[in-house]
């Protein structure tokens, strides 16, 4: 249950398991959502690590994982009754990854089996040839031919071995490789509000954090568990011939180690389960600690030493933990190999008896004793290969319990096709409230937008308008009311063909770790990208000049973390985001706070051209700064979720409503400048 130490953008190792997670970023601010932005369902484990309940309260187990524990004490006839539900399952993964490559494995093992008896049979030929009466040379001659079906058994053995591992070498990265596809696709099909439910967000980082590497793991415990349990059979077998009572006494000799095997590992299990809340804090911090983006905050600000200090906290807490759980494992193990050897003594006692009382030739004995030898092995390997399954077993359950989840999340696919354009888009009493939230983000909101009008959304924060954005791009579902494009209601349009038809420019744009072409054309990849379009959209939002100053021009990587990559400013991301969305050329543009992060020069540019460059299109414009919605033809007002003004400036302003009031206070800040 060893760490390793986490490096600057780079995975980092699972403290129970061994096995690689992504590091875990850190959590956003609060404020209103934009347009595509996810709430964070980790309040509750933050709340715990911050209670000033001392340590035991940072040890405590973590909600979401509560409906866990049962399964982490389950005994071992409970475990043993459900292995042959985690070994379909297992096998059911592998046969979607590659029903070829299993169905060899399947093949080889069995065979290999066969090969495996065939030598154990062979060896009562070899003691029966050595021990009968007769000159020493004429016993070994008649050894010999037993002899070379023992060599020939596991000549044939060792090479069925070989491709078996062969196979399952190809099958393991496979069934990964389908598994994280598997993940990725139910990830992405769900809805967006789907993201705002911390149990569902909850269940995707467990998913992510081990079930995936969970689902390659059980499947090649699965095999190993098959091979052992192929190898037992043959020795049982051959050692049910020579004599049945010396089978029950093979698998008492085992029970204990299995007893411990299984222990152990679920003391491991419920370990891990006690400290992940404090681990996932430690691994936060440190990635904060060697990532590059805080990095100067947090010399700027000096913190080296508290973080230092906190991370030291929580793995001296946890390494605690870690070193009592290693004794209890220790004095488990030697329990169990105590009692196994006094059970293994009796098993070879019961052997001598047989052989002392003639209930057994001595041929028969020694095959028996080397039976006996290798079914101990068998045996002790199929406990641990069998509660690997087990445990891996558990951590796959996260997973089969998310794609479910997710399953039933996701949007629906059916319905008609959008179309290409519209005239007119209605919004008609809709109503939208988040999942964790207990008021509505927008409520009983009617408008409508015309086709190559400039719209604005103007209020404070949280008053709604990102929220209508995003209900406006398909990417929620109004709680009541309906959106409609030429009089067809959307609900009964594929949301994803609606998205297709939108295009959108992020507060803060994602920062997508591709070439500044793609990141151009990125919103219609399914379409050849000709140059001179991509440079059209790139000069259309401002883009183009600082492009060609990269070092390989539109080729450059835009990434630090890889060799030859470049890294923009703030202001560059936000123009590439605007090239971005003319080159969608999609009728309905949205931009929320498109030149948040621009110069002054800039954002006059953008807003200047704004009419000439949305031609054809209708425009959304979200924006606190009230001088740039002059020229827009109509303007919404928002507040707390309410639409309570609409009417272009001059109409507004003679009002003397909230809009006069917010645009008189920025208006009067610069005059008082002046």
Partial sequence: MGREPLMAHASSQDAATGETVPPEPAGAGDGEKSVGEQGDGAGPLTAALESDEGEESELALPYWLRSTEEAAKASFLQMCRR????????????????????????????????????????VVGVFDGLLQAGATPERVRAAVPSLLLLVGALAVRGALTSAAAAANGRLSPLVYQAAEMRLLELTTAVGLSTFDDPDWRDAMERARDRGIMAGQMLVDRAVELGTNLIGLVAAASVLAVLHPVLLPLLVVAVVPIAWAAVRSARLGYRQMLKYITVWRRQRMLAHLLAAREPAAELRAFTVREFLLTEIRRLLAAATREEIRLSTQQVRTTLIGNSLSSVATGVTYAMLLWLLWTGRMELAAGGAAAYAISTGIGKLTELAY?????????????????????????????????????????????VTFRYPDAERAAVRDVSMTLRRGEIIALVGENGSGKSTLASLLAGLYRPESGRITWDGRDLAGIDPESVRRRVAVVMQEPTRWPLSARQSITIGRYERQAHTPDVHRAARAGDAHDFVMELPREYQTLLSRHFTDGADLSGGQWQRLAVSRAFYRDAPLLICDEPTANLDARAEHDIYSRLRELAAGRTVVLITHRMASVREADRIYVFDHGELVEEGDHEALMAVGGTYEQLFTLQASAYQDAA
């Fill in 385 to 429: 290969s069998a509660n690997r399954v087990f445990e891996q077993g558990l951590y796959f359950s996260d997973f089969q319990g998310f794609c479910e989840l997710s399953r039933a999340r996701s949007e629906p696919g059916a319905g008609h096709e959008a179309p290409p354009a519209f005239e007119e888009i209605r919004v008609e009493g």
């Fill in 83 to 122: 292995l042959p539900r985690l070994l379909r399952d297992a096998w059911a993964l592998a046969w979607r990854a590659s029903p070829r490559t299993t169905a060899a494995l399947v093949v080889l093992q069995l065979l290999g089996g066969v090969a495996s008896a065939a030598g154990l049979i062979s």
